[in-house]
């Protein structure tokens, strides 16, 4: 499992990351407070306070290229 903060910023953001996220089989989590939603669920992201990073949970261990791919989501 891979772990690391993104920040989505506008309604654009949030689809182009669910669009990126749903080619991949593996799960997918994001954690905000005390709330865990499916990264595939738009309808979950949306209900998360999106004015702050975003812990992400990758749950498989070959998931570089997806990393690669969120690259300019991911905050420090």
Not at 34 to 61: C, N, T
Request: proline share 1%.
């Amino acid at each position: 499992m891979k772990t690391f903060n993104l920040l989505l910023s506008s309604i654009n953001d949030v689809k182009d990351f669910v669009n990126i996220v749903s080619r991949y089989d593996f799960d997918v989590d994001l954690t905000s407070g005390r709330y865990v939603v499916d990264a595939k669920s738009i309808m979950g992201i949306f209900s998360l306070d999106l004015s702050k990073p975003i812990k992400v949970e990758v749950h498989d261990d070959n998931c570089d290229e997806f990393i690669d791919s969120l690259k300019k989501f991911i905050v420090d």
